[in-house]
């Protein structure tokens, strides 16, 4: 079999590691693990992940600041990711009952394990407490719950307070989330003094997650907790650790000038009315208005020069109006430093494979190629995934170029799996295979669906050996 990347001019090529180009020179192992397993396949690979987690833990060290990584695992349902993380040293994020009790299971401890949901039911607190795990609360009546549940269990809860409404640039950062950072000195902290509270609840940290993925943000985020747990301080709260939450960028393309013709084309064919080259000449985000260009791009900055580590140093390099930098600031305090990384630890670890069933030229002349999958086992809150699949032949393709549009099978007419057209060497066949790298992050599972009942998407994981690999290279993912 041959593999070919879409849209060999005018494309959007992603960043591949060895392991995925290793397998896409093995296509007919990928049609065996489809046999298999079913279409699609989500492949993994783990040791990327802990490369991941290794680059972080290094370029945190070289600060020489107290610190902890959490692994957001929302953002993939994989529980081979969370054995992984506990084997590497690092803590897991969870954000529902479900999760944090899996990782309970799976030995996550005090130590490791922060709940961070957005609603706290009664269980997940309890079972937070009963192992000393802290738990980020939002607002008063969690605090009440936490206190209720505490005093039950005739133990302490340990806290967080996730914080928001921070002035960046003179302006208020809006968040549902969190204390409002001005009203907790002003107004809330004085009632969570109250002595009741004292042998029940124990505020340990300062919480954030901010929206979109702003450095300065999120440095001066940090800076103003800095701050807050100075104040804290007098009041004899002593702050141990602050957790910036995630949203750390990831790159995944190759190309920048790629992207900015990318955005530069679609802008003008929006403006001037011209074909777009996505499906229904979707705008993705872009509108023409009486003539004039609004709107943005409404999908993940997919190209980020400054992404991973960068920005991470980026938020603890942030000076305050003193001089004094994050970094600086957390060795002064004696402050652990606490991240949430979701997407940015899942760089380079997922593909999603997919068996074609159809083709089809629809009443507009365009080709639709059906795939044996669904828009939710590739889906973000993006209005499109911007990066080139790659398309495995069968047979080796001829030179009849054609341009597609991937479809899915739900019933909907906007299952389109991907928004833009791809231009291909070949029509593919029935039976080739279609591959969507880095899809680990977010893409493959945060939306799946079992509508129509079809199955959920198959996790495995992928060890490379010495060799050729066989169907023995990939194991199921841990069921717990
Ligand atoms: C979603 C989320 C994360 C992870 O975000 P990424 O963008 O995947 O890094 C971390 N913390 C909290 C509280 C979140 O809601």
Not at 133 to 157: C, F, G, H, R, V
Not at 257 to 280: C, D, I, M, R, Y
Not at 392 to 413: D, H, I, K, R
């Amino acid at each position: 079999m041959k593999y070919i990347k879409g849209n060999i001019e005018n494309g959007l090529t992603p960043i591949t590691s060895s392991w995925m180009t290793h397998l896409f020179q093995n296509g007919p192992l990928l049609k065996d693990v489809l046999h298999e397993y079913g279409s699609p396949a989500n492949i993994h690979h783990l040791d990327s992940f802990s490369e991941n987690v290794t680059v972080f833990k290094e370029a945190i060290e070289h600060y020489e600041i107290a610190y902890q990584i959490y692994y957001a695992r929302k953002a993939n349902k994989c529980v081979s990711l969370v054995k992984r993380a506990f084997e590497l040293g690092i803590g897991v994020d969870t954000a529902s009952f479900r999760e944090l009790e899996q990782c309970v299971q799976l030995g996550g401890t005090a130590k490791n394990v922060v709940l961070t949901s957005a609603i706290k039911t009664p269980n997940q607190i309890k079972l937070a407490i009963q192992h000393e795990i802290p738990i980020i609360l939002d607002n008063l009546d969690e605090w009440n719950l936490t206190y209720k549940i505490a005093s039950e269990l005739q133990k302490k809860a340990k806290v967080g307070l996730r914080m928001s409404g921070f002035t960046v640039e003179n302006e208020k950062l809006y968040s549902r989330f969190g204390f409002d950072i001005d009203m907790l000195v002003e107004d809330t902290i004085s009632i969570l003094e109250e002595e009741k509270y004292k042998d029940f609840i124990a505020i340990e940290g300062l919480h954030f997650h901010l929206d979109g993925y702003s450095t300065t943000q999120r440095g001066k985020a940090l800076s103003d907790c800095l701050s807050l747990a100075e104040k804290l301080v007098l009041r004899n709260i002593q702050i141990k650790f602050i957790d910036i939450g995630g949203g750390i960028t990831m790159n995944y393309l190759e190309s920048k000038e790629e992207w900015e013709a990318f955005t530069k084309n679609l802008q003008h064919a929006v403006l001037h009315h011209l074909p777009t080259g996505t499906f229904s000449n979707n705008g993705l985000g872009y509108k023409n208005i009486n003539g004039a260009l609004e709107g943005k791009l409404n999908t993940y900055p997919f190209y980020n020069e400054c992404n991973g580590i960068d920005f991470l140093r980026n938020v603890l390099d942030f000076k305050d109006a003193a001089g004094h930098s994050n970094a600086y600031k957390l060795k002064k305090q004696n402050i652990q430093f606490r991240l949430e990384p979701g997407r940015s630890l899942l760089n380079q670890v997922g593909i999603t494979v997919a068996k074609v069933v159809h083709r089809k030229k629809d009443a507009k002349g365009q080709w639709l190629v059906g795939l044996d999958m669904n828009m939710s086992q590739m889906m973000s809150s993006s209005a499109d995934f911007l990066l080139d699949p790659f398309v495995l032949y069968n047979e080796n393709p001829s030179e009849e170029e054609v341009a597609v549009y991937f479809t899915g099978a739900y019933c909907l007419e906007r299952d389109v799996l991907l928004k833009r057209k791809i231009t291909l060497p070949q029509l593919p066949q029935i039976d080739d295979i279609v591959v969507f790298v880095n899809t680990a992050g977010y893409m493959m599972h945060f939306f799946e669906t079992e509508a129509h009942l079809f199955e959920l998407s198959s996790n495995l994981n992928f060890t490379q050996t010495e060799g050729n690999p066989s169907l023995e290279n990939f194991t199921k993912d841990v069921e717990i």
